[in-house]
């Protein structure tokens, strides 16, 4: 071997290793800079601030505090739904009704504020009932508005300012009207004005042969709920069983409970019937089904207010028949096993049906309850509302819970169910009659009968029961 290839050989093997260590280096190199991007690109989608909403929102509700609303109030208006002496508006006698308009409105309209004060809102009584209006409006963020809000503050005392934005898209008025009702305005329990009252009976007299027996045991006021404008209901129930004052031993008096009746006609026609027959309970609210709580609750008032703790109270509806017989010997079963069982107070008779296990009715009905109502998925046991009874000395004390609960609705479930949980009184003492023993009947059960008249409605059937009545002692009031 020569020198020539001696000296090739060593050089061509440093070319190929040289090589070899340049294409590992950009390979290595590669790798690393592939790992940094990825390190990188986690790193940024975790730490670096993003502009999603949603990532920004889930990180503020992790990070931040979670507080309840609490406005300040640089501004606020004179409460006039108290009442003053001093004002010839507000010191009224005849006030049936309240009511504090808030408008909301931007600082700066001045000129819609004045126009309204010029117009309706001068208004202070109308009617019967008594109003404030409230204009409610953001921080001014401008000097010389800010300033003019200042003076028509000091003039009128009708403005609501809380120190929140005044934008339209950022305010918060109705949360500033929310908080403001409940922390400023006063919440004053129920208290229902009686446009008619029907005369007391239960309290005896001597004129009257009914009430002047002196065999009376027990005592028992029936409140009929009844719309304004059901004449031909009420008729039918006077000449019927609502027509008996005095069964075998107890003493009874029948009053219908109506609503406001907005219609002339109808006020006129409620007006005759009630110089007739004296025996309807009308207060100052609505007439319609959605508020038959108030008007449940307008009974039980004047139950607390006109009789004994002793006596009987028991609310119904306008489109039952009952037998008398069968109410008056639940009354007596129910008295005795009080006194067997020892019950501090008679219990609560469902003499039409119990429920148990009920769920409210979501879907849009008649019987609809909003879940922001009534949260809970089960009703309490409850009566259904028909026909219900208990001493007066229990619907004293739910009436004095009533005052301080948020009312729902379905009254029957209210009053019997969620009321009497709170005020103590337990599921063993919410009774129904015996098993054979049918007191109240509804107009459901006459849905074969094809007579739509006065007289042929339910006719046969109180017939029957009238039968009944026949052999014990009973005294009814002259039509």
Known sequence: MNAASISYVPRSRHVFLLATTVILHFCVAGIWIQGEYQIQQKWTTTNRPSNNSEVSKERLNDVLPTTSHKFIYPKEPDTVLSGSENDACIARQDVLWKMAIFIKSSAKNFRRRDFLRRSWASYRFVQDGMIQTIFVVGNATDPTTDQLLNDEFRRYKDILQYSGPDDYRLSNNSEVIKEYLNDVLPTTP??????????????????????????????????????????????????????????????????????????????????????????????????????????????????????????????????????????????????????????????LVCMYEKRQNTRPHRYKSKWHVPIEEYKWPMWPDFCLGGFYTMSVNVTIQLWDLAQVQKPVRMDDVWITGILRQQFGLPNVMLVVPGKKRTVAKHTVGFKNDKSKNLRGFMQKDWEKLKQNLQNITRCTVPQ
């Open 190 to 347: 129920l208290k229902f004005i009686y446009l008619k009252e029907p005369d007391t009976v239960l309290s005896g007299s001597e004129h009257d042969a009914c009430i002047a027996r002196q065999d009376v045991l027990w005592k028992m006021a029936i409140f009929i709920k009844s719309s304004a404008m059901n004449f031909k209901r009420r008729e039918f129930l006077r000449r019927s069983w609502a027509s008996y004052r005095f069964v075998q031993d107890g003493m009874i008096q029948t009053i219908f409970v109506v609503g406001y009746a907005t219609d002339p006609t109808t006020d006129q026609l409620l007006n005759d019937e009630f110089m007739r027959y004296r025996d309807i309970l009308q207060y100052s609210g609505p007439d319609d089904y959605r508020n038959i709580s108030l008007k449940t609750l307008a009974g039980m008032q004047w139950c607390s207010q006109n009789y004994k703790e002793v006596d009987f109270y028991t609310s119904g509806d306008d489109d039952f028949l009952i037998d008398l017989v069968a109410m008056r010997n639940t009354l007596v079963e129910f008295r005795e096993t009080t006194i067997k069982n020892r019950w501090p107070e008679y219990p």
